[in-house]
């Protein structure tokens, strides 16, 4: 009877926290630890490192497309920004050119259609000529037991994340190698890309063929004056992610505690990562891959690093046993 009454309490306080949107779910405080790993928020580059270059972002209306996009802004890009909904899209570009000065263009475009792609970067070429920077974000995900997976959903996550990073990288790529001109491409994929991870297994999928296709064109295309890079990122905070991958907040707590650094990524801080990697500073970068998690996926990966919750008593105790044994 106790047991029942302790699993209908469980269900009810995971019910409860199941109504909250994700802005209402409470966030867990960093660890003490990061202390030591203060984010940095401002833009590391010199101001004007990307004056006279045209930025291209997928996605660049929310979370983290759209820090990348006011930090390219900030360093005196203009950019262009592009996904499904246009109000949101705008409302991001008008932001963001208000605060940096610099013209930001809002395009809607469903990356999953490859026609509505050629138009996309056809209306790009006319309205700033083809990009120097193109990064590709745009990303669907959701947590879902595979065996409740319907093909409909599989599609829809590949769709967006393998294919739609495909379309937009061939079409403005064959553009660019036909024109002669260079540019710096930037695929945004995810720690579990090259683990895999249960419940997320469309995505997983997906981003681990992103990566095989930056890494592949990296070799074929640098003579053309063509480089791709790919950051994984770990979690950072965005109503999108978050939404849909921790909905009721209660694996937030776990993921703090396999974050060496205490705590999660700020957008800000992928955001110049990205602008690094983008710009001429890192013209010798092509094929790199580059894990951007707070120590996350090692910390997840290393067989002894459970132990890190063994109290210095129960060391001395280890430690007398281990120093006891004799012999194999
Ligand atoms: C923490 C560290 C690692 C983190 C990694 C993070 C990686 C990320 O990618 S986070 C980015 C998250 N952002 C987004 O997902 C934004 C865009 N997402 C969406 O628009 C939607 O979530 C969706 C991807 C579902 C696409 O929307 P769309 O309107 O095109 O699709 P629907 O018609 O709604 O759904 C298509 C089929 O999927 C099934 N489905 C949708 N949600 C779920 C779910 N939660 N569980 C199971 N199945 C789902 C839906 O039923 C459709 O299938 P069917 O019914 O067979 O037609
Ligand atoms: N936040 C995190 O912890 C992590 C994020 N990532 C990756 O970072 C990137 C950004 O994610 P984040 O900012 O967190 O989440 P968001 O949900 O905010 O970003 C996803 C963006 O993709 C756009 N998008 C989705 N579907 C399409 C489509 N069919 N066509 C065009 N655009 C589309 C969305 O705009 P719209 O709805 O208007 O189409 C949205 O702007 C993604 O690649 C994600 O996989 C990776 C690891 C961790």
């Known amino acids: 009877m106790a047991a029942l009454v302790l699993r209908w309490k469980t269900f009810k306080t995971f019910a409860a926290s199941c109504f909250h949107s ?34 291209f972002i997928t996605g660049g209306g929310t979370g983290l497309g759209r820090a990348m996009t006011a930090t390219l802004s900030h360093l005196g890009a203009e950019c262009v920004i592009a996904s499904r909904k246009l109000e949101v899209l705008q409302q991001a570009a008008d932001e963001i050119s208000g605060q940096t000065g610099n013209k930001v263009h809002a395009v809607q475009l469903d990356v999953r259609d490859p026609q509505a792609v050629t138009r996309c970067v056809e209306h790009i070429e ?5 990009p120097d920077v193109i990064i590709n974000n745009a990303a669907g995900n959701f947590v879902c037991p595979s065996e409740n997976l319907s093909a409909n959903a599989w599609k829809s996550i590949t769709d967006i994340v393998l294919n739609g990073t495909a379309f937009v990288t ?31 297994v469309p995505s997983a999928a997906a981003k681990a063929g992103v990566e095989a296709l930056y890494k592949s064109l990296a070799g074929e295309w640098g003579h053309y004056g063509l480089r791709f890079n790919i950051i994984q990122p770990g979690p950072i905070r965005t109503k999108g992610a978050f939404s849909r ?10 993921m703090l505690s396999r974050i060496p650094t205490g705590r999660l990524g700020q957008a800000s801080e992928m955001a110049n990562l990205a602008s690094y990697l983008c710009s001429d500073y890192a013209s ?6 580059i894990r951007f998690d707070g120590g ?25 046993m281990i120093r006891s044994t004799k012999g194999s």
């Not at 006319?126 to 083809?130: D, I, V």
């Open 296 to 320: 996350e996926y090692v910390m997840m990966a290393g067989e002894f690093n459970e132990l890190h919750k063994v109290t210095a008593d129960q060391w001395k105790v280890m430690e007398k």
């Open 22 to 55: 994700s802005s209402t779910v409470a966030q867990q405080p960093p660890l003490p630890h990061s202390r030591f790993f203060p984010p940095l928020e401002a833009a590391m580059l010199p101001d004007g490192t990307f004056r006279g270059r045209v930025a």
């Open 245 to 254: 991958l921790d909905p009721t907040g209660q694996f937030e707590a776990g």
């Open 170 to 200: 061939l079409e403005l790529g064959k553009r660019l190698v036909r024109s002669q001109k260079g540019a710096a491409f930037l695929a945004i994929t995810t720690i579990y890309a090259e683990s895999g991870s249960g419940f997320v």
């Open 284 to 289: 010798w970068m092509s094929g790199a891959v």
């Open 126 to 130: 006319s309205l700033t000529g083809l």
